[in-house]
Each structure stands twice: as structure tokens, then as C-alpha cells.
């Protein structure tokens, strides 16, 4: 008998400590094999005028201030971001270059329309290769360039803000017929400071980049467009989606991109803060 009670004694024993591991695997089921938390990475999809500095400062800067984040960004014309949201693209933040972009998609409930911020202000400038002589001295004789680049107005802010610059002038069509439509404002930028164009029309922050990186201006500013001469001034809204399955780090990471460290970091760039 008190072999067999010996034998019970072991048997309870192996089941208890069995019942205590898988619990103890059950705890640390959100841990790696490490031990160590996973990390929260986000999908910001955000204009091309906004990757250098995302890319080279504020993803950075918020990474380092929030260890369990990992930030990474998708850019493209606004346009093209918006229909790649419409059709499933998992991003947790948008942040456009035109409020238009940023409206339809509230309007589809895609974006969630409290978390809408218009954040930052731009310029529309018209620039041409450093050092090339040109006829053209500003908007108003830019069909006297042979070649001119601008972004699709179908697709690309920069683009649709140029056409409404163009037709108050009266002279769209005139340059339409000799321009290169550009697929983002960055496809536009280059097309100008390589020469294949000799002129162009982008964002401020878009010349101002360009001549940062490297020793070599590359692009000389002509005009900066009034904001008299567009439907709309030039503002930057961020939005988190409503489909976010992270929506405590995507507030986080709009919160630091209204923080005084930020809004530094995008006038250093050549933006300014919006004032409502």
C-alpha cells in the first residue's frame, strides 16, 4: 500500500507541475521567444512632399521617443494614396497634401472624421534648372518654355493646384500642349533639376529639399503663386483610419506631429504651420 500511495504522490505531482507550465505558457503567449515584447508597427501613407522629411527626421525622432513603435511610410501623389486606401491598403494614417483627398475619404468613412487635423501649410513655386538661361520669368509666360513639367491635375495636388494657377491665367491649354504630366511632385522635381524640363511647378519644400542634398543647387526659384491664385491654399491634413487595429500608437504618433518638436522640424523644411 504505501508503494501505491508513493506512485500517487508522483503522478500529482507531474500533473501540477504539467498545469504550471501551461499556464505559464499561456501568460507569455505575447512575448517573443526571446521574452521580449513584440513591436507596434504602424503604415503611414503620406504625400512624396513629406518623405524626406518623414524618412530623415520625424519617423526617427518618434521611433527613439517611443520604443515599442515602429514607423513605416508609403509615399505617393494624394491621389493615388486616397485610391489605394479605397481599395484596402492597410495604413493606419494618412496625411495628404490637399484637403480634397483627405474630405472624400472622411466621406466614405474610411478616415475617422474626429481625428481630421489640418496640420500644415505649403507654397506652389515655379522653378527651372540652375544656371540654364530660359524666356520664362514667371507664371505668366510659361508657355514660352519649350518643355513643361507638372503633375497630373487628375492625380497630384501639386498638379491640380498648377491648372488652377494656369487657368486664371488664361494659358492652361497653351502649356498644356508642351507639358509633361508628372505621376507625383517628386517625379516633377527631378524632371526640372536633371533638365529634362525647363520649367516646373512643385511645393516650396520641394526646391528647398532638392538644393539641401548635396553642394550643388540644382534648381533655381522663379515665382511663389499667391494663394489668391488657387480655389484653395495648400494644407497638409492627417487623419487616422477607421479601420485601424492600432488606433492608441496611431494617436500617438499624431499627437508628436502637433508637438512643438515636430512643427520645428517641418518649418525647418519650408512649411509652415497652419492657423486656423
Do not use: R
Not at 191 to 206: H, Q, R
Not at 226 to 238: K, R
Request: net charge negative.
Amino acid at each position: 500500500m504505501k508503494k501505491h500511495g508513493v506512485i500517487k504522490k508522483c503522478i500529482a505531482l507531474a500533473l501540477g507541475t504539467t498545469l504550471i507550465m501551461g499556464v505559464a505558457g499561456c501568460v507569455s503567449s505575447g512575448a517573443d521567444s526571446a521574452g521580449t515584447e513584440t513591436e507596434t508597427t504602424l503604415l503611414i501613407a503620406a504625400a512624396a512632399s513629406l518623405e524626406a522629411t518623414f524618412e530623415d527626421t520625424l519617423i526617427p525622432m518618434f521611433e527613439e521617443a517611443n520604443p515599442g513603435i515602429q514607423v513605416e511610410g508609403t509615399y505617393a501623389s494624394s491621389g493615388d494614396l486616397q485610391q489605394q486606401i479605397e481599395s484596402g491598403l492597410e495604413a493606419d494614417l494618412f496625411m495628404s497634401a490637399a484637403t480634397s483627398n483627405m474630405d472624400a475619404l472622411v466621406e466614405e468613412g474610411l478616415i475617422d472624421e474626429a481625428s481630421v487635423v489640418n496640420l500644415l501649410k505649403n507654397d506652389v513655386v515655379l522653378i527651372v534648372p540652375e544656371g540654364v538661361e530660359t524666356g520664362v520669368t514667371g507664371f505668366a509666360d510659361l508657355a514660352n518654355a519649350d518643355v513643361v513639367a507638372i503633375g497630373d491635375p487628375e492625380s497630384v495636388p501639386a498638379g491640380k493646384y498648377a491648372k488652377e494657377i494656369l487657368d486664371g491665367l488664361g494659358i492652361y491649354d497653351a502649356v498644356a500642349e508642351k507639358a509633361s504630366f508628372g505621376n507625383s511632385v517628386t517625379e516633377v522635381l527631378i524632371w526640372v533639376a536633371e533638365g529634362s524640363a525647363d520649367a516646373g511647378i512643385v511645393y516650396s519644400t520641394d526646391a528647398l529639399t532638392e538644393n539641401s542634398n548635396g553642394d550643388e543647387k540644382k534648381v533655381t526659384v522663379l515665382a511663389t503663386a499667391d494663394d489668391s491664385m488657387m480655389e484653395t491654399p495648400v494644407i497638409y491634413p492627417v487623419g487616422i483610419t477607421s479601420s485601424t487595429t492600432k488606433k492608441e500608437a496611431a494617436q500617438a504618433l499624431e499627437e508628436f506631429l502637433q508637438s512643438e518638436e515636430a512643427m520645428n522640424v517641418f518649418v525647418e523644411a519650408g512649411f509652415t504651420v497652419n492657423q486656423p
